[in-house]
Structure formats: C-alpha cells, structure tokens
C-alpha cells in the first residue's frame, strides 16, 4: 500500500481555477495507476479522471472533459489534478486513490490507497 496525501482545495468562484496536488510516500509511486475521484453531499463517490503508471495515457468522465488535466510526476511522487473553468457543480471533496492494476479503472473499490481528501467549493 502507499499513503496519499491531497492539498490544494479551497474556495473559488465560477470560472477560476486550482490545482490538486497528491503526495505519495514510499518508493513505488510509479507503480501505482491513480485515480481523481469526488464526492459531493448526500452524493455517491465519483471518478473525476486517472492516469497510467508513466503518465502516458489519462482518462476523465465527460463532464471534465477539456476542464481538468491530471498529470504525475514520479520523481517527486506526486499526481496532481488541474481544475479550470469551474463550476458550482464541481464542488465536492476530492479524493486521489492508487491502484495497482495496468489500466485505468473507474470503479472505486478497485482502488488500494486512499487519501483523506481536500475539499473544492466553487461558488457562483
């Protein structure tokens, strides 16, 4: 398993931008496919996006698509999550998790590691 630690939440207003960061302990980071997810109140948890072991390939549910990137940087172990044109909609708290499967999955109980999550509240 490997220990994940999200920062970069807060609030923001409609149309602005953050950026997520995901700091992972140990040395097998690069092992590891990860994940976005979120969870809004009284909502069930939801994948944002992932990203391969290399960062060669990314995934996202549509309604991101062309809104956020997620990138990794397997030197520093980190994943991180860019967030642009937000919308109200987009608040939630937000999870990174790792898996150790290949490819990118969009169920969450497919995940190993957790972290505790960060939360995003865009405001109108």
């Known amino acids: 398993q490997v220990q994940l630690v999200e920062s970069g939440g807060g609030l923001v207003q409609a149309g602005g931008s953050l950026r997520l960061s995901c700091a992972a302990s140990?040395?097998?980071?690069?092992?590891?496919?990860m994940g976005w997810f979120r969870q809004a109140p009284g909502k069930e948890r939801e994948f944002v996006g992932g990203?391969?072991?290399?960062?060669?390939?990314?995934y996202y549910t549509d309604s991101v698509k062309g809104r956020f990137t997620i990138s990794r940087d397997n030197a520093k172990n980190t994943v991180y999550l860019q967030m642009n044109s937000l919308k109200p909609e987009d608040t939630a708290v937000y999870y990174c998790?790792?898996?150790?499967?290949?490819?990118?999955?969009?169920?969450?109980?497919?995940?190993?590691?957790w972290g505790q999550g960060t939360p995003v509240t865009v405001s109108s």
């Open positions: 990203i391969t072991r290399s960062g060669d390939k990314t």
């Open positions: 998790a790792a898996d150790r499967g290949v490819v990118i999955t969009t169920r969450p109980y497919e995940y190993d590691s």
């Open positions: 140990g040395r097998t980071f690069s092992s590891f496919t």
